[in-house]
């Protein structure tokens, strides 16, 4: 075979954005020599790597492959240029962080720091639901991960830099916020809205529930805390979400906490990444950044209606 590393670049860029079109904006050529380049490399490999239906690419088994080694090679090739870099004292690359959606709360407030220490990098942030960053930890598709509940199949380099208190909410105006040292009985004939199946928020839920035989009525199932909130506050019931979402308060938008036996639940924030993966550089520093500053970030924010 004869790729380039260009035209490897050009094929990662086609299988992360799934558009011929977009591999070309991110390589910064025309679409046609995009499609005359990634005909040339179909030719070089012998198979086809991908086809378009609905003008949508999607890869062959030849292409998957052939896309997770661009991908290994690229990642190689820009551990190496940081180290370079790092020998001339200068600090630039791309940082790559997938992050679950309750994070949204606090990491962009902690990259943003970073970077001011570091103005010469570029950070990629991606904040998706526990499935997708989960998928994309298996696919090594980013530096480091954050999530409260990391997949226990996976061989991990697992860190623990900050708690994720989960929170009983109700509507600001529900008479159960009057009340104090409420029973997990006494929410036994509430609806109940709540995450996702698969959720880090709802497998900590399920499983303080099933410890205290505790079956929820679920009424609605959502995957936005945003959405969740608002369902809550309309009155369309009661909800466990992690105390970040709350922005520390223990009222919020129509929202408040609850005073439940057994609440809140522990949980925590990990910072994951592949065991056998080497760190950049960048991605070292930032998770010393992380893990030294989470705390500080933390109370920045007011955290603190759960210590009263």
Partial sequence: MNITYRQLKLFQALAESGSVTSAAKAMHVTQPTASMQLREI????????????????????????????ARRISDEWDLFQQR?????????????????????????????????????????????????????????????????MPPPDMDLMDEIFMGNPLVAVAASSDPLTKRKNLRLQDLAKQRFILREPGSGTRMAMEKHFRRKRFRPDVRLEMGSNE??????????GLSVISNHALHGHAKEHGVAILDVEGFPIASSWHLVYPKAKRLSPIASAFKNHLMNNAASVVRGKMWKTLGK
């Fill in 42 to 69: 179909t030719h070089s490999v012998g198979v086809p790597l991908y086809e378009v239906i609905s003008r949508k690419v999607h890869l062959t088994d030849a292409g998957m492959e052939l896309a997770r080694t």
């Fill in 84 to 148: 370079i870099d790092a020998m001339k004292g200068l600090t630039r690359g791309k940082l790559r962080v997938a992050v679950v959606s309750t994070a949204k709360y606090f990491v962009p407030r902690l990259v943003g720091s970073f970077c001011k220490g570091h103005p010469g990098i570029d950070v990629s942030l991606e904040v998706l639901n526990r499935d997708g960053v989960v998928r994309r930890l298996r696919e090594n598709m980013d530096d480091i991960y954050i999530m409260s």
């Fill in 227 to 236: 959405a969740i909130k608002e369902a809550v506050a309309g009155g369309l």
